[in-house]
């Protein structure tokens, strides 16, 4: 079921953590009935760090609980429906949010705004209120806008934690790993890529130059690797002609980047993964989110790390970056200041 590289991750974490795995960790997926809540509720049912599994979905979240209950692992799990959002966010340590619509052909990320600005500050508040010290996991698009509304959202309530608010853009680096590998004819696990920047086009910035196989393709080979990496969502919706987005590569990608989450916070050190986070890197051009290296801790976000060295090619991509995920930003600060 899993990738080799996230059964290893599994196993060792059995090995490594077996002591700390019982302690409490409760999770919630705030969206569970859906495309990524469900396998990605499956797939967290299979992290031994998660001692609880609280789903939750305005739509079918007791039917996905009861199902992922069977399966053989110690996680308890429940589920909540529509009315229950306060209790299935009761004692939780970690919030994974997946709610909202997803994209249909010919539309952009931002096309999502109107209808999931308000779901995301809707369960935003809710987190603030019931469980202001969770960690905060959004998928929901556009992240570069949906991260602001929920880092707005909670200082407004007066419990914002820049270190606990992260946009999930783990997708990014699983397919630029992914598709590196397969033009250089490598082992994606031995060919992991930084993407830093947000989560959308030409804000997403894959850092080839930084990967010595990366490195290594060139020209019009690497202008394609490029565009695929920032547009890997476009090529899911096409192909999906209408059925929504990715769904199954996300909920892989979001169990990755949880699992990172909760190693941390169960002790383990040097867990650095790229990810949407408030950020000092590029405050001084206006933009206080930011996706790069960060370092995980017991409180969340340890340490943000530089971007290193860039080739010329990946100093346009930053210059191209950067305007539009400003613009992002500031709509969703915006929408919560309304
Ligand atoms: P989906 O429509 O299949 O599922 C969304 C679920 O959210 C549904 O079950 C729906 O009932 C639920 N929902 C709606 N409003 C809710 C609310 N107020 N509270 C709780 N649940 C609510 O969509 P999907 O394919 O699972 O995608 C979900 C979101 O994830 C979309 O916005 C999509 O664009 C985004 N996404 C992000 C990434 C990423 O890399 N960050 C990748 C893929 C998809
Ligand atoms: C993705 O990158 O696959 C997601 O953001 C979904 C989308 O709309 O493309």
Do not use: W
């Amino acid at each position: 079921m899993f990738a080799r590289s996230a059964a290893r991750v599994l196993t060792s974490q059995t090995r490594l953590f077996s002591s700390s795995a019982s302690r409490h960790t409760k999770v919630a997926v705030l969206g569970a009935g859906g495309g990524i809540g469900q396998p990605l509720s499956l797939l967290l049912k299979t992290d031994p760090l998660v001692s609880s599994l609280s789903l939750y979905d305005i739509r079918g979240a007791p039917g996905v609980a009861a199902d992922v209950s069977h399966v053989d692992t110690p996680s308890e799990v429940n589920g909540y429906a529509a009315d229950k959002l306060d209790e299935a966010l009761d004692g939780v340590q970690v919030v994974v949010i997946p709610a909202g619509v997803p994209r249909k052909p010919g539309m952009t990320r931002d096309d999502l705004f109107n209808t999931n600005a308000s779901i995301v500050r809707d369960l935003a508040s809710a987190i603030g209120r019931v469980s202001p010290k969770a960690h905060i996991l959004v998928i929901s698009n556009p992240v570069n806008s949906t991260v602001p509304i929920v880092a707005s959202t909670l200082a407004k309530a007066g419990v914002y934690d820049p270190k606990r608010v992260f946009g999930v853009t783990t997708l990014d680096v699983v397919r630029a790993a992914r598709f590196t590998a397969s033009l250089a004819s490598t082992h994606p696990d031995n060919t992991p890529i930084t993407v830093v920047g947000g989560h959308s086009g030409a804000t997403i910035v894959p850092l080839l130059s930084q990967s010595a196989h990366g490195k290594a393709i060139k020209g019009e080979a690497y202008e394609k690797l490029v565009h695929r990496i920032q547009f890997g969502g476009d090529e899911v919706v096409k192909a999906k002609d209408g059925a929504g987005s990715a769904t199954l590569s996300m909920a892989y990608a979001g169990a990755k980047f949880a699992n990172a989450v909760l190693r941390a916070l169960n002790g383990e050190k040097g867990v650095v993964t790229p990810t949407f986070v408030e950020s000092p890197l590029f405050k001084d051009h206006g933009i206080d989110f930011f996706s790069s290296k960060v370092e995980h801790g017991v409180n969340g976000v340890e340490k943000i790390f530089p971007l290193g060295e860039l080739s010329s090619e990946e100093q346009k991509l930053l210059e191209a970056c950067l305007p539009e995920l400003k613009k992002n930003i500031e709509k969703g600060r915006a929408f919560v200041q309304a």
